[in-house]
């Protein structure tokens, strides 16, 4: 049968609009929209309740693909107000003729997917039924009401206003006794409008909230137009900021700063307004307890400084939940309400809503008289409309099943089983955590140009894979519990405001860099995790990264990091210095700094007859970076958790001293560790090589030469070593991008290192002849890795020469992670395995 559409848009938003004009103008194709509103707006259409703006200052809070558009509209407001954007979203529709693809006022009700003839029906309430190849649903994340936990509408002969749906005819609250129920970002906003004209303002909370203020103020006609003529400079590097504005970057942890230095950036940042207390104070604040408490304990503060009454501060001062794990609300005189002579304050979560009455509302230990109740009871968030668009998709499974343990799907923009169906700010999307107008331009440019290839492939569905999807949810899943998040009682973060939804992972809350580095890469790799037409592309490394590793990739993507292969020398020992911040700092012991050679000497515990086993330790840093100072908290926690003794190699670094300086210098630290160790309480007969990376490189080629000098070895611990400058492998291929390690930073750091010398045994471990009679090696590799296949195939070649090799390979970890201690907790599966390999090796070495 012949198909109505190319593609069916649902929804007159931000999201939809922009499909249409992405897919429609752009693209060519013939699209058919549909909203339940009577216009453009969206949430903004039906969100009419006083008060209600953006929370995002409104140059931030636009679309950013027209140049024309953004000179051409001037905001009024810092924050715009409703009737301002829904006013700017109706001037975009209009500069492009937009609504001629609308069916305004018609509601979709089903969404069925044919699976013989490859197509959806959309079905609407005015009975038509519309076919297409592709929907795209942006029906949005805070568009479907909750529905109310209490009973009695039908009872109450007042009138009853939902936010939600507020009228779009003025509506009367002068003099009126007035009930709000709900005290969440809406009816903080709501509220001091509400309490500025009713007689009596009664409002119900159950749960406090950590406000603060949103900073709005008229923006004068002469700033308005230089912003406008100078967005490209005011937005510059708002898609590298984790929440997509460009707000001051944080400083790393609260705990770093004493009581007065954070009063001081709390203060400076609380005046500014909006999201900035949350983005450009501390980047610890939703993953430390204890910073966190230092947030939470300031805004309790800033409560009880603006509320009169000490009873209601304090039932206004949340306690139940970390700051920021509840979407952060923002207020404009809201705590000063509660001041009224004609505002009262009930604490519902300790009396209970139980009904509405025909005069009002009763409450487990009241009643309360009332002309006009306000809803603000929240949203079913992300998942509750696409929910109600009815979906079903292969093979008759619907979406309620396909979701009954909670959401899944693929960078939130598509679910396997719905082939050709989008969401564009769905669930498991970093939409939440990420300016709305930005993420919405992202998404919907991410599904245009994945339409456009699957056409051009001249194939007909995409689909993600299920590995896809399982990979997405783990990461989402093990993201969210890296956070505070799961310590909020009552989160949309995590579905469980909602009675009987089951409370898991609703978000990526990676931040948008991180979001767009692993969207982009999606596509650089063929569209990877998605099927098309039943070819199945493979899920990319950036999907694949243990959750902690995403975090710290997350802090690594902002405007001011430079990668490896960008950076000068000495831009590059600045990145392994600065490294030292992810490791768990290293406990106190005997530390010793030598000259000749230049090494450092740790010595763990008290003082002991029983000889120690010895570690000789190799920095990792390309050969040109690195020091016994970056790595001296690792030094430090290798010691003190294995009892050895570790002398840290100070060996000089290319390209000052290319090769074979540093090997030298490695091979002299060795034999004097082998003819002194004993001083110090050591064993010379349970000596251990050990390196990462180049480091890494450096103990695989000492141990090839103790060997050959007839210095005894007890072992020999590789961590993702530098092998082969000339190594053609899967994972240098696959992994050429890094992360943090790229193969062309690699390769320029084997350049420095050698400096034209010629690639001898010496330099490349792996082109020795015969590796019979090695120590016993533990070899350690990260999956995602360019180096990852060199290190596993010298592995498998030390084994084959009858070498006793250990070897494991660390899914999802990357290249560097043993100096990320303090940051990636999988961290310490490389600790127990040097600790148990060390322990063998000094049983089984050989006493001197």
Same mark, same amino acid.
């Given at each position: 049968?012949?198909?109505?559409?190319?593609? $069916? =848009?649902?929804?007159?938003?931000?999201?939809?609009? !922009? *499909?249409?004009?992405?897919?429609?103008?752009?693209?060519?194709?013939?699209?058919?929209?549909?909203?339940?509103?009577?216009?453009?707006?969206?949430?903004?259409?039906?969100?009419?309740?006083?008060?209600?703006?953006?929370?995002?200052?409104?140059?931030? !809070?636009?679309?950013?693909?027209?140049?024309?558009?953004?000179?051409?509209?001037?905001?009024?407001?810092?924050?715009?107000?409703?009737? /301002?954007?829904?006013?700017?979203?109706?001037?975009?529709?209009?500069?492009?003729?937009?609504?001629?693809?609308?069916?305004?006022?018609?509601?979709?009700?089903?969404?069925?997917?044919?699976?013989?003839?490859?197509?959806?029906?959309?079905? @609407?309430?005015?009975?038509?039924?519309?076919?297409?190849? &592709?929907?795209?649903?942006?029906?949005?994340?805070?568009?479907?009401?909750?529905?109310?936990?209490?009973?009695?509408?039908?009872?109450?002969?007042?009138?009853?206003?939902? @936010?939600?749906?507020?009228?779009?005819?003025?509506?009367?609250?002068?003099?009126?006794?007035?009930?709000? $129920?709900?005290?969440?970002?809406?009816?903080?906003?709501?509220?001091?409008? #509400?309490?500025?004209?009713?007689?009596?303002?009664?409002?119900?909370?159950?749960?406090?909230?950590?406000?603060?203020?949103?900073?709005?103020?008229?923006?004068?006609?002469?700033?308005?137009?230089?912003?406008?003529?100078?967005?490209?400079?005011?937005?510059?590097? *708002?898609?590298?900021?984790?929440?997509?504005?460009?707000?001051?970057?944080?400083?790393?942890?609260?705990?770093?700063?004493?009581?007065?230095?954070?009063?001081?950036?709390?203060?400076?940042?609380?005046?500014?307004?909006?999201?900035?207390?949350?983005?450009?104070?501390?980047?610890?604040?939703?993953?430390?307890?204890?910073?966190?408490?230092?947030?939470?304990?300031?805004?309790?503060?800033?409560?009880?400084?603006?509320?009169?009454?000490?009873?209601?501060?304090?039932?206004?001062?949340?306690?139940?939940?970390? &700051?920021?794990?509840?979407?952060?609300?923002?207020?404009?005189? !809201?705590?000063? #309400?509660?001041?009224?002579?004609?505002?009262?304050?009930?604490?519902?979560? *300790?009396?209970?809503?139980?009904?509405?009455?025909?005069?009002?509302?009763?409450?487990?230990?009241?009643?309360?008289?009332?002309?006009?109740?306000?809803?603000?009871?929240?949203?079913?968030?992300?998942?509750?409309?696409?929910?109600?668009?009815?979906?079903?998709?292969?093979?008759?499974?619907?979406?309620?099943?396909?979701?009954?343990?909670?959401?899944?799907?693929?960078?939130?923009?598509?679910?396997?089983?719905?082939?050709?169906?989008?969401?564009?700010?769905?669930?498991?999307?970093?939409?939440?955590?990420?300016?709305?107008?930005?993420?919405?331009?992202?998404?919907?440019?991410?599904?245009?140009?994945?339409?456009?290839?699957?056409?051009?492939?001249?194939?007909?569905?995409?689909?993600?894979?299920?590995?896809?999807?399982?990979?997405?949810?783990?990461?989402?899943?093990?993201?969210?519990?890296?956070?505070?998040?799961?310590?909020?009682?009552?989160?949309?973060?995590?579905?469980?405001?909602?009675?009987?939804?089951?409370?898991?992972?609703?978000?990526?809350?990676?931040?948008?860099?991180?979001?767009?580095?692993?969207?982009?890469?999606?596509?650089?790799?063929? !569209?990877?995790?998605?099927?098309?037409?039943?070819?199945?592309?493979?899920?990319?490394?950036?999907?694949?990264?243990?959750?902690?590793?995403?975090?710290?990739?997350?802090?690594?993507?902002?405007?001011?990091?430079?990668?490896?292969?960008?950076?000068?020398?000495?831009?590059?020992?600045?990145?392994?210095?600065?490294?030292?911040?992810?490791?768990?700092?290293?406990?106190?012991?005997?530390?010793?700094?030598?000259?000749?050679?230049?090494?450092?000497?740790?010595?763990?515990?008290?003082?002991?007859?029983?000889?120690?086993?010895?570690?000789?330790?190799?920095?990792?840093?390309?050969? $040109?970076?690195?020091?016994?100072?970056?790595?001296?908290?690792?030094?430090?926690?290798?010691?003190?958790?294995?009892?050895?003794?570790?002398?840290?190699?100070? &060996?000089?670094?290319?390209?000052?001293?290319?090769?074979?300086?540093?090997?030298?210098?490695?091979?002299?630290?060795?034999?004097?560790?082998?003819?002194?160790?004993? /001083?110090?309480?050591?064993?010379?007969?349970?000596?251990?090589?050990?390196?990462? *990376?180049?480091?890494?490189?450096?103990?695989?080629?000492?141990?090839?030469?103790?060997?050959?000098?007839?210095?005894?070895?007890?072992?020999?611990?590789?961590?993702?070593?530098?092998?082969?400058?000339?190594?053609?492998?899967?994972?240098?291929?696959?992994?050429?991008?890094?992360?943090?390690?790229?193969?062309?930073?690699?390769?320029?750091?084997?350049?420095?290192?050698?400096?034209?010398?010629?690639?001898?045994?010496?330099?490349?471990?792996?082109?020795?002849?015969?590796?019979?009679?090695?120590?016993?090696?533990?070899?350690?590799?990260? /999956?995602?890795?360019?180096?990852?296949?060199?290190?596993?195939? &010298?592995?498998?070649?030390?084994?084959?020469?009858?070498?006793?090799?250990?070897?494991?390979?660390?899914?999802?970890?990357?290249?560097?992670?043993?100096?990320?201690?303090?940051?990636?907790?999988?961290?310490?599966?490389?600790?127990?395995?040097?600790?148990?390999?060390?322990?063998?090796?000094?049983?089984?070495?050989?006493? =001197?």
């Amino acid at each position: 049968m012949a198909i109505d559409k190319d593609v $069916i =848009v649902v929804g007159a938003g931000f999201a939809g609009l !922009y *499909s249409v004009h992405k897919l429609r103008n752009e693209l060519g194709l013939d699209v058919q929209a549909f909203d339940a509103g009577g216009g453009p707006g969206g949430t903004w259409w039906w969100n009419r309740y006083p008060g209600a703006r953006c929370d995002f200052e409104s140059i931030h !809070y636009q679309y950013s693909f027209s140049d024309e558009v953004q000179r051409d509209w001037e905001w009024t407001e810092r924050f715009a107000g409703q009737p /301002e954007i829904l006013r700017y979203l109706e001037f975009v529709a209009e500069k492009y003729d937009l609504l001629r693809s609308f069916r305004f006022r018609t509601r979709v009700i089903s969404v069925v997917w044919d699976d013989e003839g490859q197509f959806w029906t959309v079905s @609407t309430d005015d009975g038509a039924s519309t076919t297409a190849r &592709y929907v795209v649903s942006g029906a949005g994340s805070l568009s479907a009401a909750k529905h109310l936990e209490f009973t009695g509408l039908e009872d109450f002969r007042g009138q009853v206003l939902r @936010t939600n749906e507020w009228p779009a005819e003025p509506v009367d609250l002068t003099g009126k006794r007035v009930g709000v $129920i709900g005290t969440g970002s809406t009816g903080i906003q709501v509220i001091p409008e #509400v309490a500025k004209v009713a007689a009596h303002l009664t409002v119900f909370q159950r749960t406090a909230q950590f406000a603060s203020p949103l900073g709005n103020e008229p923006v004068e006609p002469e700033q308005r137009r230089w912003l406008a003529d100078n967005h490209e400079q005011v937005r510059a590097g *708002s898609r590298m900021n984790f929440l997509g504005a460009p707000y001051e970057r944080p400083r790393p942890s609260a705990l770093m700063d004493s009581p007065e230095e954070r009063r001081k950036t709390y203060d400076e940042f609380y005046g500014k307004g909006g999201f900035r207390i949350l983005a450009s104070t501390y980047g610890d604040l939703l993953f430390n307890k204890a910073s966190n408490d230092t947030i939470a304990d300031y805004l309790r503060d800033r409560i009880r400084d603006r509320v009169d009454d000490p009873k209601t501060a304090d039932l206004l001062c949340p306690t139940d939940h970390p &700051y920021g794990t509840k979407r952060a609300p923002f207020e404009t005189g !809201y705590f000063e #309400v509660y001041n009224r002579d004609n505002v009262e304050l009930v604490d519902v979560s *300790s009396s209970p809503i139980e009904r509405l009455t025909e005069t009002g509302l009763k409450t487990a230990t009241g009643e309360y008289e009332l002309d006009i109740v306000i809803l603000a009871t929240g949203f079913d968030v992300f998942t509750g409309p696409l929910m109600r668009l009815g979906i079903v998709g292969r093979d008759g499974l619907t979406l309620e099943e396909r979701w009954a343990d909670g959401p899944r799907g693929y960078t939130g923009l598509q679910m396997h089983g719905f082939p050709n169906l989008f969401v564009v700010a769905g669930p498991l999307s970093a939409t939440a955590l990420y300016n709305n107008a930005l993420s919405i331009e992202d998404h919907v440019d991410w599904i245009h140009g994945a339409i456009r290839h699957v056409r051009e492939q001249g194939a007909t569905t995409i689909e993600p894979t299920v590995e896809a999807e399982q990979a997405w949810g783990e990461l989402c899943s093990g993201l969210v519990d890296l956070t505070l998040l799961p310590q909020a009682a009552s989160t949309w973060y995590m579905g469980d405001n909602i009675v009987g939804k089951p409370r898991v992972a609703y978000v990526f809350p990676g931040g948008a860099p991180l979001y767009r580095a692993i969207t982009d890469q999606i596509t650089d790799r063929g !569209y990877g995790g998605f099927s098309i037409d039943g070819s199945a592309v493979p899920v990319p490394p950036l999907v694949r990264l243990d959750p902690a590793v995403a975090v710290v990739m997350s802090g690594m993507l902002n405007p001011d990091y430079k990668p490896l292969e960008l950076c000068t020398v000495e831009e590059t020992r600045a990145q392994f210095e600065a490294m030292a911040m992810l490791q768990i700092p290293g406990p106190d012991m005997r530390v010793e700094n030598l000259e000749d050679p230049r090494v450092r000497v740790y010595v763990p515990g008290e003082t002991t007859d029983e000889p120690r086993p010895v570690i000789v330790e190799y920095h990792g840093g390309g050969w $040109i970076a690195g020091s016994v100072d970056a790595v001296d908290n690792t030094c430090r926690s290798v010691a003190e958790r294995t009892g050895a003794i570790v002398v840290s190699v100070d &060996y000089r670094l290319a390209p000052e001293h290319p090769f074979p300086a540093p090997y030298d210098d490695s091979v002299a630290a060795l034999r004097w560790t082998y003819e002194h160790i004993a /001083e110090f309480g050591g064993d010379p007969g349970s000596i251990v090589v050990m390196g990462d *990376s180049a480091g890494g490189n450096l103990a695989a080629s000492v141990a090839v030469h103790a060997r050959d000098t007839g210095i005894p070895l007890a072992g020999q611990i590789l961590m993702y070593p530098a092998i082969d400058p000339a190594a053609d492998t899967v994972s240098r291929q696959e992994f050429a991008d890094g992360p943090v390690v790229s193969a062309t930073a690699g390769d320029l750091m084997w350049g420095a290192y050698l400096a034209g010398h010629d690639v001898t045994p010496q330099a490349a471990p792996g082109r020795v002849a015969d590796l019979s009679g090695l120590a016993p090696a533990l070899v350690i590799t990260a /999956e995602i890795d360019p180096l990852r296949d060199e290190g596993e195939d &010298y592995a498998r070649a030390m084994r084959a020469a009858g070498v006793p090799v250990e070897q494991h390979r660390l899914d999802g970890l990357i290249h560097g992670v043993f100096g990320m201690s303090a940051v990636v907790p999988r961290v310490a599966e490389i600790y127990e395995a040097v600790g148990r390999f060390v322990a063998a090796s000094a049983r089984s070495g050989q006493r =001197v």
